[in-house]
């Protein structure tokens, strides 16, 4: 949650930021179009709007019929009193991948001034990961611990033997991938289901909003990871029930993300890396199979 009402936001740093990262794009020759922009490295535009639109166009039925049915499980009460960062090393040790080490350098706890946008960042590619975040009760911050963790222990798996360039996930796609399907186990069957939140825009609210979620002014043209990030996610999730029957409590699991998604850093394209982990390329068909279920 937060802990105080933001006065000026964007800040001028921020804005300016935005401002200056447009500018040289287009400096240096870019129009900001999605398969041109360096930061969507290895994406073309037909390739994520062809993926998209084969999701699309089977899903909308069962995307309403998950929401729907996630709407009526309001779980909060069984996580009172629990702590979401102890939930989240727990979930973690299940599936043998240590946490404690990356945690002890997180700052975790709200305090006043802090920035309110949970993060992952890796230093320097060679073990020093920090996460931010603002930890509180329930269900949505559990989920937000899970996902940044995710990423965390991504990065802390990557094999530093590889030349420092490749010390990274290949495309942001495969590290919102693991995250997006790690922070999903607070809704798996054998951990906590999900519980929907909503929130609606003040009435005559006017101030710039776009700039509250950081990605805009700082990681421009980067949604579309979380969207093929998703894509993945099942995907992934998909191979990894089928080779070791699920995630938690089964270190299996953890040996399995470390060894053929972690590891690779950038050596394998992200394309190379989805068939590496799960056998065959990207597809809709494990998101349509998982919005059934």
Not at 77 to 106: C, F, I, K, Q, S
Not at 169 to 176: D, F, I, K, S
Not at 177 to 206: C, H, I, K, W, Y
Not at 218 to 224: D, E, F, G, K, R
């Amino acid at each position: 949650m937060p802990t105080e009402e933001a006065t000026s936001w964007p800040t001028p740093a921020v804005a300016q930021l935005s401002t200056v990262l447009a500018s040289a794009a287009r400096t240096a020759g870019f129009d900001l179009d999605l398969d041109e922009l360096p930061i969507a490295a290895a994406l073309r535009t037909d390739l994520v709007l062809d993926l998209l639109h084969a999701a699309a166009r089977h899903a909308t039925n069962q995307w309403t019929r998950s929401l729907l049915g996630d709407a009526e499980a309001d779980l909060g009460p069984l996580l009172a009193g629990r702590d979401n960062v102890e939930l989240t090393v727990a979930a973690y040790d299940g599936m043998g991948l240590e946490t404690r080490h990356l945690l002890d350098r997180a700052d975790l706890r709200p305090r006043p001034g802090k920035d309110q946008h949970a993060f992952c960042l890796d230093i320097d590619r060679a073990g020093d990961i920090r996460v931010l975040a603002n930890v509180a009760p329930g269900e949505e911050s559990l989920d937000t611990m899970l996902h940044e963790v995710g990423h965390a222990v991504y990065d802390d798996h990557v094999d530093r033997l590889l030349p420092w360039a490749l010390r990274c996930p290949p495309q942001p796609l495969a590290t919102e991938a693991v995250a997006l399907m790690l922070g999903r186990l607070r809704r798996d069957p054998e951990f906590l289901v999900e519980s929907l939140q909503g929130l609606r825009r003040p009435e005559g609210r006017t101030t710039p909003d776009w700039a509250s979620k950081i990605h805009l002014a700082v990681a421009p043209v980067y949604y579309q990871s979380y969207l093929l990030g998703e894509l993945m996610a099942f995907q992934v999730d998909a191979a990894v029930r089928e080779a070791v029957g699920g995630f938690v409590g089964r270190p299996d699991a953890g040996a399995f993300l470390a060894e053929r998604v972690f590891a690779p850093g950038a050596s394998r394209t992200w394309r190379d890396l989805v068939v590496h982990a799960t056998g065959r390329p990207l597809g809709p068909e494990a998101f349509l199979a998982g919005l059934e279920a």
